[in-house]
């Protein structure tokens, strides 16, 4: 028996493109006036190029059937997607638990924020495993660039039992139930498709979470220069400080996260957070505006005093303290800061300028030192 299999490993196997035969009937075919006798001749030349050019097409593509990815390879590529998937799956849900706190309008709008950014980004990731598993030609800028109609687009291609759970979770990302997603999503990840085990974050591991968070948004803050963007990111880190809770919010629910923290702050913090957020909204409305160049000169003096004094009020709110947010009918957050400014204060607001950056460096010392020096 081992003869025969040594003899059998001797032969050599070999597909013939076409014999010089058939070369000389397609030639005859194609040039039906040249004469016969040259057939031979060129069929000879021609064969042995077409032969070997045949041998190396049909070795490239048994060798792309035979290979594929490695056992190696593939192991390595979904280990890759279960760390990923499992990072931004304790991220996701340590933020969902934030939602609990609120209610009504600003609990929606939280959910379709987290829906359309962490949730998303969870689902194109293991979109994009699974259509590369498929075959299916993915978007070459890459899974976070991924348009809404690329993503349906990818969905629509795979196997119908695939598809049909993608849809679901596709779709879930238009809503604001997020629990809703992450059941389909747990779903989704399972034996079935991707093979993932989904774990929840121990307490020990929770808090190393949160206090990463909290230490890379400091570290933001720190560097931080641009007004709005600086009191987002206090706002975030006094919400995080007082429930002991990450949140994801965009910057127009920034004034609503203030009034839900009002009864919570001191005095101090309440006046420095208010003083702020009215200088930030006035100079968004004034960057709105047309420009000075545009506008009517000051009719009298009386428009410039009534200016000067705003503008000096204003910026000693720091050190007197005003108002807290939430107080005298600015529960309203952003549109309440703003109907509380009269257009005589947006005048002044080029000479609050000067005083912008001592603000707000006060304002970033709220969270940028220990809590309890705040406090005393």
Request: charged share 25%.
């Amino acid at each position: 028996e081992s003869e025969e299999m040594e003899k059998g490993r001797g032969v050599s196997w070999e597909l013939v493109f076409m014999p010089p035969k058939d070369i000389v009937q397609v030639l005859s075919e194609q040039f039906p006036d040249c004469p016969e006798e040259l057939f031979d001749n060129i069929a000879e030349e021609l064969q042995s190029p077409l032969q070997e050019a045949f041998q190396e097409e049909i070795r490239a593509n048994v060798a792309a059937l035979v290979q594929g990815p490695s056992a190696g390879q593939q192991r390595k590529r979904h280990a890759n997607l279960q760390d990923k998937v499992q990072g931004l799956w304790n991220s996701t849900r340590l933020f969902e638990k934030a939602l609990g706190l609120f209610e009504g309008d600003t609990q929606a709008q939280l959910s379709r924020y987290l829906l359309r950014t962490l949730c998303t980004g969870l689902t194109n990731t293991v979109l994009f495993y699974l259509a590369e598993d498929s075959g299916l030609d993915t978007p070459s800028h890459g899974q976070g660039e991924m348009t809404a109609k690329e993503r349906s687009t990818l969905i629509s291609n795979l196997p119908e039992q695939m598809k049909r759970t993608l849809t679901a979770v596709n779709n879930s990302l238009n809503g604001k139930d997020v629990s809703s997603f992450f059941q389909l999503f747990e779903a989704l990840c399972g034996e079935e498709y991707c093979g993932l085990m989904l774990k929840k974050a121990d307490r020990k591991k929770e808090r190393q979470l949160i206090f990463s968070h909290q230490q890379s948004l400091v570290e933001s803050l720190r560097e931080e220069q641009e007004p709005a963007m600086v009191l987002h990111l206090v706002v975030v880190l006094l919400f995080q400080r007082h429930t002991n809770c990450i949140i994801h919010v965009p910057g127009k629910l920034v004034p609503s996260i203030i009034a839900f923290l009002s009864s919570r702050l001191s005095e101090s913090e309440r006046s420095k957070l208010r003083t702020f957020q009215e200088l930030v909204m006035l100079q968004l409305k004034q960057s709105r505006a047309p420009s000075s160049a545009q506008q009517a000169e000051p009719k009298s003096d009386t428009n410039l005093e009534q200016a000067e004094e705003t503008s000096e009020t204003v910026s000693k709110k720091v050190k007197k303290g005003s108002p807290a947010v939430g107080e005298s009918g600015d529960s309203s957050g952003e549109s309440g800061a703003v109907g509380s400014s009269s257009d005589t204060v947006q005048q002044g607001t080029d000479m609050m300028a000067p005083n912008l950056g001592d603000i707000m460096s006060g304002l970033k010392q709220l969270v940028l030192k220990p809590a309890k020096e705040d406090n005393q």
